[in-house]
């Protein structure tokens, strides 16, 4: 008897092994995500060309879970520069691109049937920073500034500057494409350029290394279309829903980064890659707080600046109209 229990125990004890050993190597049901469990969530790639708190918006919406609150598996890339970043957006390899106004603008008129759906900054939110030596714009006579790229709105904000001086861009002042904000403040540090274009946080380092500012060009009010978030037509005509929950999930990332101060901290000081509370400070209030809109709208007039740049050069730009490079439908439903 005792010889047969210990059998029967054996094999017990054999068929609980093999089934605690199926229970730790079975795959077990999906975790549950507002919007479909991971098999329903829609891969897609979303890209931004600027690490600033103007590009901030798509980072609150992706460390907010907002992109899986609406069914979508977002990957977000940054491309350096918006005319790189509108082509990668022609071609299809991201779905939807936050990126300045102006080379969405010139791509649309050379019917490239990408536009506008969101307004994410409609200022100008730039200071121009300038070396030690230099206290006064003809002091630039001669000098080297640097933009993104030919197009971008660095370009446009440092064209617009030094033509308000009464200095011509690329005969008076050389301009030098660079890149990214903290490319361009780097050559301003060394001392291979002489002014730069730049926005929070890196005002306050510029402050802090005693560099100059020669304008600001948020204290103008200029309505210009800076930031914006943008797609292809052919996505809007074949994929509705997949633009609506785009901006749904840009909306309330915005929505939450204003609310949920600590938060939102913690997102840009990741993205920003830097610890320093006063820029961080400066960012969330300055920008987040007092310039990214809540309910994004494009805006006509700072379209029209930009047009009104490009008609100097452009006749297609001139006889356009702001509201062939928007589609408010989508913020007319939120």
Same mark, same amino acid.
């Given at each position: 008897?005792?010889?047969?229990?210990? $059998?029967?125990?054996?094999?017990?004890?054999?068929?609980?092994?093999?089934?605690?050993? #199926?229970?730790?190597? !079975?795959?077990?049901?999906?975790?549950?995500? $507002?919007?479909?469990?991971?098999? @329903?969530?829609?891969?897609?790639?979303?890209?931004?060309?600027?690490?600033?708190?103007? =590009? =901030? @918006?798509?980072? #609150?919406?992706? $460390?907010?879970?907002?992109?899986?609150?609406?069914?979508?598996?977002?990957?977000?890339?940054?491309?350096? =520069?918006?005319?790189?970043?509108?082509?990668?957006?022609?071609?299809?390899?991201?779905?939807?691109?936050?990126? !300045?106004?102006?080379?969405?603008?010139?791509?649309?008129?050379?019917?490239?049937?990408?536009?506008?759906?969101?307004?994410?900054?409609?200022?100008?939110?730039?200071?121009?920073?300038?070396?030690?030596?230099?206290?006064?714009?003809?002091?630039?006579?001669?000098?080297?500034?640097?933009?993104?790229?030919?197009?971008?709105? =660095?370009?446009?904000?440092?064209?617009?500057?030094? $033509?308000?001086?009464?200095?011509?861009?690329?005969?008076?002042? !050389?301009?030098?494409q660079i890149g990214s904000q903290p490319a361009r403040f780097s050559a301003l540090e060394s001392g291979r350029i002489h002014g730069v274009m730049i926005a929070i946080p890196l005002t306050a380092r510029a402050a802090k290394l005693g560099l100059n500012v020669l304008a600001d060009l948020q204290m103008l009010g200029l309505e210009y279309q800076h930031t914006s978030l943008a797609v292809s037509q052919t996505m809007i005509k074949t994929q509705p829903d997949l633009v609506r929950n785009v901006l749904k999930s840009f909306v309330e990332g915005i929505h939450y980064a204003k609310t949920h101060r600590k938060e939102a901290l913690a997102i840009l000081a990741k993205y920003l890659k830097t610890d320093d509370a006063d820029a961080l400070q400066e960012a969330y209030e300055s920008e987040l707080q007092a310039l990214i809109p809540e309910k994004p709208y494009p805006t006509l007039k700072g379209i029209q600046t930009i047009l009104r740049e490009m008609g100097a050069k452009d006749a297609n730009a001139r006889s356009a109209r702001p509201e062939q490079f928007v589609d408010n439908s989508f913020m007319k439903e939120l």
């Open positions: 008897m005792n010889i047969r229990i210990q $059998e029967i125990s054996r094999k017990l004890i054999s068929i609980i092994s093999l089934l605690w050993a #199926f229970a730790v190597t !079975a795959p077990g049901p999906a975790i549950a995500a $507002e919007g479909g469990t991971p098999q @329903s969530l829609k891969k897609i790639t979303i890209g931004y060309s600027s690490i600033s708190p103007a =590009s =901030s @918006s798509a980072w #609150f919406a992706y $460390e907010g879970g907002f992109f899986r609150k609406y069914g979508l598996d977002a990957q977000l890339i940054f491309i350096e =520069s918006g005319s790189r970043m509108v082509q990668t957006l022609i071609s299809g390899d991201v779905v939807a691109a936050q990126v !300045a106004g102006a080379p969405v603008i010139q791509s649309n008129l050379q019917g490239s049937g990408v536009v506008i759906i969101a307004g994410l900054l409609n200022t100008m939110d730039y200071k121009f920073v300038v070396a030690r030596d230099i206290t006064r714009p003809d002091q630039l006579k001669g000098k080297t500034v640097a933009v993104s790229r030919v197009g971008s709105s =660095s370009d446009f904000a440092t064209r617009y500057t030094l $033509e308000k001086y009464g200095l011509i861009p690329d005969k008076d002042v !050389a301009i030098l």
